[in-house]
């Protein structure tokens, strides 16, 4: 099993940036690739960013490229997606998770709980 905490969304104005954090405990965090995801009320949940076991091989969505990166760190089992240039379309909550590298919810095994991003016009 693999626990994960997303951490670090919040409120912020169109134009501004966040850093969403998700930590992992339980087996090995460098065994997975991870992804981020988001979900708006009403809609279904969406792929954002994945990201290979070493961080050697990165995937964005066409929605997001160039405004956000994820990036990990295997020694504090954290993976990070940093969002500049935010949107009021990227208003959701965002989820992590750990499986293998694709931008398929089916290749993730592990999920977090989310955490809320709001971003005002």
């Known amino acids: 099993q693999v626990q994960l905490v997303e951490s670090g969304g919040g409120l912020v104005q169109a134009g501004g940036s966040l850093r969403l954090s998700c930590a992992a405990s339980g087996r090995t965090f460098s065994n997975y690739a991870m992804g981020w995801f988001r979900q708006a009320p009403g809609l279904e949940r969406e792929f954002v960013a994945a990201?290979?076991?070493?961080?050697?091989?990165?995937y964005c969505a066409d929605s997001v490229k160039g405004r956000f990166t994820i990036s990990r760190d295997n020694a504090k089992n954290t993976v990070y997606l940093q969002m500049n240039s935010l949107k009021p379309e990227d208003t959701a909550v965002y989820y992590c998770?750990?499986?293998?590298?694709?931008?398929?919810?089916?290749?993730?095994?592990?999920w977090g709980q989310g955490t809320q991003v709001t971003v005002s016009s």
């Open positions: 990201i290979s076991w070493n961080g050697g091989y990165t």
């Open positions: 998770a750990a499986g293998r590298f694709g931008r398929s919810i089916s290749s993730y095994d592990y």
